[in-house]
């Protein structure tokens, strides 16, 4: 059987950059990713500061700190949250889920995204406005268990001048500071 592809699909946004997981224990995933894959440096942000956060539609305020890393072209995201705010994050902890929470596609149009998101079928489970005008993102549930949450990101060109700059100290690392705050 044949199957019939839209020109718009989803895989057409973007290609994969992160995969994301949120570990039950945040210090050894880092010292797993560092010493045995051999990925750095991890920059590390703690008790991120968003602008707005939306839920399943309501507002909430997680507590959570994220390590950002790059394995080649693929970002590595680690998160850990500290509170009991209603998130995606606190979902995947709550279930005991394990392996990748979700991946990430970079975009330009996130109203564009939003449409072909609702067109086939998905569900925004959580919102994020970033502060000023730094970037947006959506989490998409698009029904197929777990890892297929997909996170739809857009950014700011000087955010994502600060990836490429991650991206670059990735290619650079010599082993040494593999956490850097």
Known sequence: METQYSEERLARL?????????PDDFDAALRFWTDVMGVGPFYVREHVQLARVLYRGEETAPDFDMALAYW??????????????KSIYDDWRRAE????????VMVDDMNATRQLVAQRGGTIVQEVLMPGDAGEAIYVDMGGGPGTMIEYL????????????????????????PIRR
């Open 14 to 22: 973007g290609a994969v950059m992160q995969i994301a997981y949120v």
């Open 72 to 85: 080649g072209d693929v970002q590595i995201e680690l998160i850990r949250q500290h509170d009991d705010q």
């Open 97 to 104: 889920s394990h392996g990748v929470q979700h991946m990430c």
């Open 154 to 177: 857009r950014l700011a060109p000087d955010r994502q001048a600060g990836f490429a700059a991650m991206k670059q100290a990735a290619r650079d690392w010599d082993g040494r500071e």
